[in-house]
């Protein structure tokens, strides 16, 4: 009996370029929620949250 192996779409790890940090700070400065910046550069809450926190940004304001 052969077993499936369920494919997983698997993700690369984009490095942030200068240009994504700055734009990155902006948005947290004006307070725009983390799922609006995880859209806007397409990445996951997660992700950003893991780089505020890197960064020394707090995003625990937002909705």
Do not use: H, Y
């Not at 369920?6 to 940090?21: F, G, N, P």
């Not at 902006?26 to 995880?38: F, Y």
């Amino acid at each position: 009996m052969a077993t499936k192996t369920k494919s997983r779409k698997r993700t690369k790890r984009r490095a942030w370029s200068k240009d994504d940090v700055r734009e990155f700070k902006l948005l947290a400065r004006q307070k725009t929620p983390a799922p609006k910046i995880a859209k806007r550069f397409k990445r996951s809450e997660g992700a950003i949250r893991q780089k505020a926190l890197g960064l020394g940004i707090s995003l625990n304001s937002r909705a």
